[in-house]
């Protein structure tokens, strides 16, 4: 009957949380503490959009009880899960039957897809982003400090949930709530030697013979990182308060709509199946497949049971009963059956798995099918062929909101901005123009021009930028436009001591003499060395030694050694120095000679008759004697 309900639900969109893929994971009553919690963290955030953070959402039960709470306050807020979706139990060690069942629905996907269809049926998708992977490996890209309530529901193991937490204080805001499920003993409750033992041996749900049954991977990382926590029927939630945590005391409310119902079906459900103990069951046997049907003989009737319900107990859950068309087929015959399956599958194409073929900084490159498509990395995982487009923000790209007025300021708010544009003075050729905190000239032969709006590469801008239809006229054009360019050829028109003097154009150019002779408006800065302006070579460690070697050296040190009446005595590198204490301040060197006065050894003028009478009336330097200051 499970399974019946699960294929009625996926046929006629509602939700489903029964036992059929291991759907309703944890004590349902639980689920009686997630509005307190949100209401509890509302009150924290000053009107803010509430964030959520789930970690481990499995068939979205959990997911729905937080999207529906965070619905009924006055603001928006979103809900966060991140979930691999993937095997992670080990048989080896978990030997109960709900292990394997759980690693087999993860395995084909069918868990993943009915999450995604939960939280569609319920209305909350809109408000969900979804994010498949590890949590160790996704909750370090989130941002710091971004989250009202982190829910901790993944996996038990001690040093995966230590990480949670770890990630999780980072994480929640000051006054936000960190909380989880699965804390059905605190550690102080549980006798220390049995304790230890139920951790060394690497289960995931272990009996105490002291205390009862608990997770003790979830018990241990608790109490390491909190010590204890209120705790009630094994939900747990404590306070972020500044850097420390805080006692958080929950009164549980009422049970979601949802999980109330999924409970009244689960209960239905086992009252059937309870009345058939003593039938025969008839044994299900495979007698064929097709891409995505198992074809089975069901006593003296033929069942194609679609492969995305996962294995099917055919006969026990009276599955098989009747027609559940497109996801189960009946017929009277194998013929009959095989007929019906072609032309349900001729209806769709089964869709492609993505394969990643490569990346850029900023894309991974992936193969869907005979498509190919980039992908920003900053969308994190997509569910592709699963996930619909507007289910959840891709920011800048498509928003998600609750309003007509939400989605248009927010719309708004990422329209791209100009700056003003002003034009402030004209010339025979230009215009100037004020941008922003620019001030730009523009060709006056360009026309009209959006400025700060226009791509280069939207319309022409002769001979800058070319544009044609197809890659052979636009070679054509390029090259008729290359023969009319002709280089103008510079022109020695003078020199200095240590410069030559060049017009090329209408310009002029000084070139220092030391670069030998250069291919004046040909060759590029960089295709050759001009020692020691710039330097070339092939390896970054060579050209960083190159360019060490060509630095100043630095000035020596600077001692002072003694003092007379007018003069101090320096040691300056490996001679000394007397310096007129009338200076003041001398950066030895550093100053350059010229740059200030120095008489009567050097004087200073603004005009050339000024320094002639300054010389005249000057006294000569005196050798060899101490001047008088």
Known sequence: MSYQRLARALLHGREYYGRALESLQGLPERHRCMRPVVEKAAEFNAGRSLQILEIGSWAGASTVSWAKAVKSLPHAGRVVCVDPWQPYFDLHVERGFVYAAMNEVARQGDVLQLFVHNIRSAGVSDIVDYRVGASGEILPQLETASFDVIYIDGSHAMDDVMSDLSNAARLIRNGGIICGDDLELQRDAIDVAEHEAALASGRDY????????????VTEAVARFFGRVFSWNGFWAVRRVNTGWEWLEIQPGELPAHIARALDESAADVAIEGTDD?????????????????????????VAAAKALGPVALGIERLGERSLDPVLLVGTTLDDVRARVRE???????????????ETSSYNLVRLGGR??????????????????????????????????EIRARALANEPTVADVELVAQTKNYNLLRFDTRYVAFARSLGDVAVGSEKIGERELPPQVLCNSTLEALRVRVGQTEDQTLLVEPELVGETGSYNLVRIGSRFIAVAKVLGSLALGTERVGDRELAPLILVATTVDEIRSRAEAHEPAPPPDIDLVDQTRSYNLVR?????????????????????????ELPPHILRGTTLEELRERIVGADPPRDGAEQRL
Not at 579 to 592: I, N
């Open 572 to 596: 300056f590198g490996s001679h000394y120095v007397a310096l007129a204490r009338s200076l003041g301040t001398v950066l030895l060197g550093l100053e350059r000679i010229g740059e200030r």
């Open 206 to 217: 272990v009996r105490s013979l002291s205390a009862g049954d608990y997770h003790p991977g």
């Open 372 to 405: 190919y498509i980039a992908a920003a990395k900053a969308l994190g995982p997509l569910g592709f062929g699963i996930e619909r487009i507007g289910e959840r923000d891709i920011e800048p790209a498509l928003f998600v909101g609750d309003t007509l007025e």
């Open 278 to 302: 003593e039938k025969p069951r008839i044994v299900a046997e495979l007698v064929g497949e097709t891409p995505n049907y198992n074809l089975v003989r069901l006593g003296t009737e033929y």
């Open 344 to 358: 349900r599958e001729a209806l769709f194409e089964p869709q492609p798995s993505p394969e990643l073929m490569g």
